[in-house]
């Protein structure tokens, strides 16, 4: 084997180098993540168990406050895990468990990390929790039907009427109880109330709500009995109602406001009781205790990183080393057949047997050369088959005219149309070289239109019933070009009719194939051998090579069918049996 090119030296120390310096990045990077997050990992997991176990208990709250019992929480409790990946476990007071995520928390993890009661919420786990610490989500007999919400919501559409008419805008709240009113600004409501237009309710704990519902006025009843035997010995006894932003306050101005409300609590507790799940205990799993660390590393993991970080530059320079000579092997084959290419040598090739990228890079290459091969053996054959072609018309008009010039020839009739039969032979084979022309450039002129292929092939028997016979299946519309589609079928049943003896028919025949219609033109000539099917279409090719121009034609018209079937859109096949006739197909999409 030759010596290695400097190049290939030169990609060989750029893999190594490279690898060692992916690996050197990685292991670095790995160091310093995990020095600089590990620490402060530590440091937040509490603070992120305590966020998960506040985040847990206000779900739950909210579970109990719209449900009776804690039948069901085990899918609330699995969401919650899968949120915040604690274990949870809910017990009752005496300890007997309600449910849990999962299998629940082990005895000797646990952690109580609250009583979940939304009759008493806990301001630690909830800092914005109501002074009488029970969740603003229990409604209890004061949710609205959805007969009432219906009412007071038109109620308070009406209401915003007047803010809509002033330069300060209202908007309409509702509560989760189905309570709706108007939340405008002081100075908006004391306008339209002097205006008479309308009273806009607010959020203000002494707007009294003047018209209750039915189902608030029946649970404000209830509620005002609980707290009679309460405020009994009070100075100021009054009951409570509801004010527009669906707050319990006092009737009037009271002198003991903190009296009230411990009684309002109480009597709050009795009536929301039955409606909201009883108290339980949440268990937490308890997190684990971080061991020693070494500059922000645990100790243990420290170790491993030095021995990862060995082994990891080890195999980065055996897989570089074996990946470069993988690389450069192949390279090196795909550049000699380059450069032997470059210097004349067509046949050329590269001989890669790696399976991988490279493999498509060296078959790309000889794809590129059998194709320059090819292109170049066609310009050749191009150029002899033109020149043969020309010769013979042009030969038997010189000679007549020489003959005619001489006085061997008189320029009789007879004279004069054989001349005119061979510039008629070069015309068409001018022409027939102008369409290919113009098809190898894409620039065929096409001017399509919605065509009956069917009737079209009738119209060509219908020319010459001796020879031609047509068997159409129906309509057979497509979109053509209706010249060239003659023209196309008019190739093929010229080159049948060559090929046939004499007394035999040409078939046209002309069916729907599914989305598709199929045209064929089928002779009982002598057919064409297996080996040469693959040339029908090939410009100047003769299944007999004896065959002259006057016997076998130009050998353009079927390459001329192929272009002008894939104009259209279609495809052209040929079958052939040798001794039993040919068939050429023609399949279009159908229009």
């Not at 609590?265 to 108290?279: E, S």
């Not at 040598?345 to 498509?360: L, S, Y």
């Not at 090819?374 to 008009?397: A, F, I, N, W, Y």
């Amino acid at each position: 084997m030759a010596a290695e090119s400097s190049w290939q030296h030169s990609i060989r120390l750029r893999f190594l180098a490279g690898g060692v310096l992916v690996a050197v990045c990685a292991i670095a990077a790995t160091a310093w993540l995990a020095a600089s997050t590990t620490t402060g990992a530590i440091r937040q997991e509490q603070g992120e168990t305590a966020a998960s176990t506040a985040l847990s208990y206000n779900a739950l709250l909210g579970y109990a406050a719209g449900h009776a019992t804690w039948t069901g929480v085990a899918d609330t409790l699995q969401g919650l895990h899968r949120t915040t990946g604690l274990d949870l476990e809910l017990a009752t007071t005496s300890g007997a468990r309600i449910a849990a995520s999962g299998d629940g928390v082990p005895v000797d993890e646990r952690k109580l990390a609250t009583v979940v009661d939304p009759l008493a919420v806990d301001p630690a786990l909830q800092p914005d929790a109501p002074g009488d610490r029970i969740d603003a989500r229990v409604i209890g007999p004061f949710t609205l039907p959805a007969a009432e919400r219906e009412v007071v919501r038109k109620r308070a559409d009406d209401e915003v009427v007047c803010a809509g008419k002033l330069p300060a805008a209202a908007k309409i709240v509702e509560t989760s109880g189905g309570r709706v009113f108007v939340e405008a600004d002081p100075k908006t409501r004391r306008i339209c109330d002097q205006l008479g237009l309308a009273v806009i309710g607010g959020p203000a704990e002494d707007d009294v709500l003047q018209d209750p519902t039915p189902t608030e006025t029946a649970a404000l009843g209830e509620l005002n009995r609980l707290l009679i035997p309460c405020i009994e010995g009070q100075r100021d006894q009054v009951k409570a109602v509801l004010s527009a932003a669906g707050k319990l306050v006092p009737a009037a101005t009271i002198s003991d406001s903190a009296g009230f409300a411990i009684c309002l609590t109480q009597a709050r507790h009795r009536q929301l009781a039955p409606y909201v799940a009883p108290a339980a205990l949440l268990y937490v799993s308890a997190p684990g205790t971080p061991g020693p660390t070494v500059v922000g590393l645990p100790a243990a993991g420290a170790l491993r990183i030095v021995a990862a970080a060995v082994g990891v530059l080890a195999l980065t320079l055996l897989v570089g080393f074996f990946l470069a000579n993988r690389v450069l092997r192949p390279l090196g084959t795909l550049a000699d057949a380059a450069r032997r290419m470059r210097s004349g040598d067509r046949t050329a090739r590269a001989d890669v047997a790696a399976k991988w990228e490279i493999a498509d890079v060296a078959q790309a290459f000889n794809d590129m050369a059998e194709h320059v091969e090819r292109t170049e053996r066609q310009r050749t054959e191009l150029v002899s088959d033109v020149s043969h072609e020309l010769r013979t018309p042009l030969g038997t008009l010189r000679g007549w005219l020489i003959a005619t010039q001489d006085g061997l020839a008189k320029p009789d009739p007879a004279l004069i149309e054989s001349l005119l039969e061979e510039t008629e032979v070069l015309r068409h084979l001018v022409d027939d070289l102008q369409d290919l022309a113009h098809a190898d450039a894409g620039e065929l002129r096409m001017s399509l239109e919605d065509v009956d292929a069917g009737e079209v092939l009738r119209q060509i028997a219908a020319a010459r019933p001796d020879v031609l016979v047509a068997e159409v299946s129906g309509a057979l519309p497509v979109r053509a070009d209706r010249v060239r589609l003659r023209q196309l079928i008019g190739n093929l049943v010229t080159n049948a009719l060559r090929h046939s003896p004499p007394g035999e028919h040409v078939v046209l025949r002309g069916a729907r194939a599914g989305a598709r219609v199929e045209l064929s033109v089928v002779d009982r000539g002598a057919g064409i051998a297996a080996e040469d099917l693959p040339h029908v279409f090939d410009r100047f090719w003769r299944a007999d090579k004896s065959r002259s121009r006057s016997t076998g034609g130009s050998g353009l018209g079927l390459a001329i069918v192929k272009h002008l079937t894939e104009a259209h859109g279609g495809i052209v096949t040929v079958a052939s049996t040798p001794g039993a006739g040919t068939t050429v197909t023609v399949s279009l999409p159908a229009g």
